[in-house]
Every structure is written in C-alpha cells, then in structure tokens.
C-alpha cells in the first residue's frame, strides 16, 4: 500500500478501502458527479450508479492494488485514480464474471432510448475493448476524477503520479486512458503530465504514455 504525506491543500492520498461499502458508494457518487466531461451528471441518469457500475466498481473489485482515493483527514473521499496493469487480460475478465451480472440485475425494458442510461447500457451490453496494437503497446489504462472542491491544487498529478509509479514499479511498459473532446481542461491537465495523443475518434482521444522512458 503507498501513503502520501498531506500537502498543503489538506488532500492526502491513500488506498481505496474496497471492504468498505461507503468508501465504494462514494466513489461511486464521485464518478456520476463528474460524469459529463467533469461536470455533475447525476440528474441526467435515472439509475445513477450506472456509471461507478462501468468505471469504478470493476477496477475495485478486479484491480484493488491499484486503486487510491484522495481525501482529507477523516472526511469522505474527494477523488480517486483507478487502474489495470494489463488491459487486455482486465477486459477479458469483466466479460466472463462482470458485465454478465449487470446484464441480469438491470431491466433493459426501464431504459429510455436516448438517455444517459441507454447509453451506459450499450456499453454494458457491448462494452468496447482496446486495439491489440494499443494493448500491447500501453497495457495499462486509468480513470481519474476529482470533485470541484479537490481540483487545481496539484493533487490529480499527485494522484496520477502514485499510479504511474505503481505500475512502474510493476514494470508495466506503457499506460493509455480516453478522454471526450469537449473535456478541453482534462485534455490539457493529461499533455502538461506528458501524456501524447495515440488515436482520435468522433468524440474522444486516446492519450499514452510510454513508462519506460
């Protein structure tokens, strides 16, 4: 487990507790509160923990090692970095054990076609997987998010960077993650970390990494 010291902010980094059922529904909240390119989206779902249910709670249960929270002193999380050292084994594992349950436990007929549910219920029915090519060359991916009250204070890098070095230390040779364009200021936060565009699609890009440099 890797502990950060509090910076000056009052924001600590520390290990998710994915034993904890208020810990994961709070990130869980996290993930729906900045769900539409960092803004709250919590009044656009009429299911709003289908977004934890794509971006959280599979990294929780299946990647725990590589899952920090950011938090001030004995107060609710703040933020969260979650991660998979090898994709293509991560995405493997969620359609085996994973998407097959959320699949039986939400009703597709109380989904409305053209909302936010109906979308995350597309990914859920056929979620996307990553290229061999990117795979291979940036095994690993992440998600960060951070609430409006933890952003600008330097500690999404701090948060970024504990992730990078777990996964160096693994020797994991590259990571990716995806990211809409209209979230400009995510986009910009990722290049200032040293983060390259790989791809580009209609409405995202696909950002990399190479760890071993």
């Known amino acids: ?42 009044e656009t779902f009429e299911a709003p923990r289908l977004p934890g249910e794509i971006f959280v709670g599979p990294y929780l249960r299946y990647a725990p090692e590589l899952a920090w929270v950011l938090a001030q002193a004995d107060q609710p999380a703040s933020g969260y970095v979650l991660g998979v050292a090898d994709t293509a ?44 090519e990117l795979a291979a060359a940036y095994p690993a991916h992440l998600h960060i ?33 995806g990211v809409g ?5 995510a986009i910009g936060f990722y290049r200032h970390l040293g983060f390259e565009r790989l791809t580009e699609g209609p409405g995202s890009l696909t950002l990399g990494m190479d760890l071993r440099a």
């Not at 509090?6 to 509160?33: H, K, M, S």
């Not at 609430?147 to 160096?168: F, K, M, V, W, Y």
Request: charged share 30%; glycine share 8%.
């Open 145 to 177: 998010d951070l609430l409006p009250e933890a952003q600008g204070g330097g500690d999404g890098s701090r948060l970024i960077r504990t992730l990078l070095g777990a996964l160096r230390a693994r020797g994991v040779r590259g990571v990716h993650l």
């Open 89 to 132: 084994s991560f995405e493997q594992t969620l359609e085996r054990e994973w998407w097959p349950a959320l699949r039986d436990r939400y009703d597709p007929e109380a989904v409305r076609e053209g909302t936010a549910d109906a979308r995350a219920w597309e990914w859920i029915t056929h979620p996307p997987t990553a290229p061999a």
């Open 1 to 42: 487990m890797i502990d950060r010291p509090q910076p000056a902010t009052g924001f600590g980094i520390r290990a998710a507790d994915t034993d904890d059922r208020a810990e994961i529904d709070r990130l869980y909240e996290i993930c729906v509160r900045t769900a539409a390119a960092g803004e709250d989206a919590t």
């Open 181 to 185: 364009k209209a979230n400009t200021r």
